[in-house]
């Protein structure tokens, strides 16, 4: 038993050794498992893509990466225990926009502070917000999106993955600048949303676009809030590229780990995400899940989400967005 352990230990320290991240003060991490908190349901693109990177980590640091799945209060409840934890890179979070920059400005109440009680390790990957429509509608593109949403009586009726979502913020704010007539009906995530699409109940969903739905005529995308076209869609121009270069945005998504965590385990973890995301594994599992793979230092996450907070509150305190 000593024997295989000392072996893992051997092999643990030669991989941090190979990726330049070895000093006394690391020696010893890991050495028991790891645990990621994805603050959101299991089954949707948020934790399909957590699982499969967290796989990849696990095979470089040679200790088990477990995915406990917190979910609650838009990315919240996950992300307070997380703060709370002890900080010795043993627990990790998946900080997403929603939950370390919209509810910054969004919550009066929030139990943590994003940046503050967080060490940011890295950002892996982000995408655009979409809207797409069901096939019953005419629409093909968002001229004539914008044309109908104007034209009917009571608009065009959008489903959402909640109230005070970043798919809540950026379609109200492309209504508020194209005078689209827009209803915005609430969902408890994507799927009970794409169930109705799909019986026509809604006209169309602001989130994440489902390839499938598109690829089988179900759906039509008409444009995303991105700076570049989705591999899956590359003849559907961003809303910038159609006219509108104010809309542009992105739900961003990292780890990180509570305030206090020693400066060689955030260089570790850093390290071995940024090998994980060079697998053709979790490239495949992302761009699946309409992801575009980052990667790179950690403060160039918090970067991102003090960006972001600055803008959403710009926004929401300009009157533009009012999450009703």
């Not at 915005?184 to 995530?189: A, H, L, N, S, T």
């Not at 309409?290 to 918090?302: I, K, R």
Request: proline letters at 7%.
């Amino acid at each position: 038993m000593k024997r295989a352990f000392s072996r893992r230990r051997l092999l643990t320290l030669a991989v941090l050794s190979a990726l330049g991240v070895f000093s006394a003060e690391a020696a010893d991490y890991p050495n028991r498992p790891i645990h990621v908190v994805v603050p959101w349901p299991p089954g949707g693109p948020t934790d399909a893509v957590a699982r499969v990177l967290s796989q990849e980590i696990s095979e470089t640091l040679r200790q088990p990466v477990v995915i406990d799945n917190k979910a609650g209060a838009t990315g919240v409840l996950g992300s307070d225990f997380v703060a709370k934890a002890a900080p010795d890179g043993y627990t990790i979070v998946v900080a997403g926009t929603a939950s370390h920059s919209l509810a910054k400005i969004a919550n009066a109440k929030l139990p943590y502070d994003p940046l503050k009680d967080f060490r940011p390790v890295i950002e892996y990957g982000r995408y655009p917000v979409a809207i797409f429509v069901g096939s019953q509608t005419t629409i093909t593109n968002l001229t004539e999106f914008i044309a109908q949403a104007r034209a009917a009586k009571d608009g065009l009726s959008i489903g959402l993955p909640g109230v005070g979502s970043v798919s809540h913020l950026y379609a109200q704010l492309l209504a508020t600048k194209t005078g689209a007539k827009l209803t915005f009906v609430p969902y408890r995530g994507d799927a009970p949303a794409r169930l109705d699409l799909l019986s026509g109940n809604i006209h169309g969903i602001a989130s994440t676009p489902d390839f499938g739905l598109i690829a089988d005529g179900k759906a039509r995308l008409i444009g995303s809030t991105g700076t570049q076209r989705w591999p899956q869609t590359p003849d559907v121009p961003t809303f910038a590229e159609a006219g509108f270069p104010d809309l542009v945005g992105f739900i961003v998504w990292g780890f990180a780990v509570p305030a206090g965590t020693p400066d060689d385990i955030v260089k570790i973890l850093n390290e071995a995400t940024n090998k994980a995301l060079q697998s053709e594994r979790v490239k495949r599992i992302m761009v699946d899940n309409a992801y575009f793979v980052s990667g790179g230092t950690p403060d160039a996450l918090w970067t991102v989400f003090a960006r972001q907070i600055s803008e959403f509150g710009d926004v929401i305190r300009s009157g533009a967005v009012k999450f009703e």
